[in-house]
């Protein structure tokens, strides 16, 4: 009994026990809320970043070429002047918006976020909010953009639409590199929403 009783920490060495393990817990939160504070400034700044060069790929993006037309079959076929370009195609043009638009946001929300070091819970939940709409938004004009390229790429004999992409090579190839990026600008906004889900789960625990 005497071993035992002598191996039997004190209510003090406890207390100084429980404070330390509360103070490494401390020090961990801080660690973490750290960690995914940077990590939500990179993704912005990427988001930022890869919407800027869709928008800009796809807004710019323009080819004139010349296609033989066949007018009587007795005469050689003439040569006309054709272009394609953005305001051509609907899906296109919300594309290029819904791009700006994200860009636009990822720079606000970029200048929020870093002037938002105290956590104020509502600025923080109207920038999940506005990050879920990006996303929403994102990828909507991504799978748009990518419909009309596909039927571009391989045309539709159900309705008689002959592929385009054989001729304008250079725009089709350059809107496939928009499309992509911007695919990756939406995922960047989907991880700060996922990464804004499991802070707000840590607290509740």
Known sequence: MEMEAA????????????GFNGGEKQVVAVANKRA???????????????TLAAAVLLGVNKQSTVVPVLMV??????????TA??????????????????????????LLTMANRAGKKGLGMIITIFDLVMVALLFSSVGAAFAVGLVGFQGNSHVQWKKVCNVFDKFCDQAAVAVGISF??????????LLATLNLHKKHQ
């Open 7 to 18: 191996y039997m920490p004190s209510n003090g060495e406890r207390g100084m026990e429980d």
């Open 36 to 50: 995914m504070s940077f990590s939500d400034l990179v993704l912005r700044f990427l988001a930022l970043a890869l």
């Open 85 to 110: 370009k953005l305001h051509y195609l609907s899906a296109f043009v919300y594309f290029v918006a819904a791009n700006a638009i994200a860009c636009a946001y990822a720079a606000i929300s970029l």
């Open 184 to 193: 990756v600008g939406s995922m960047s906004f989907f991880l700060m929403v």
């Open 73 to 82: 079959p007795t005469l050689p076929p003439l040569g006309v002047d054709v």
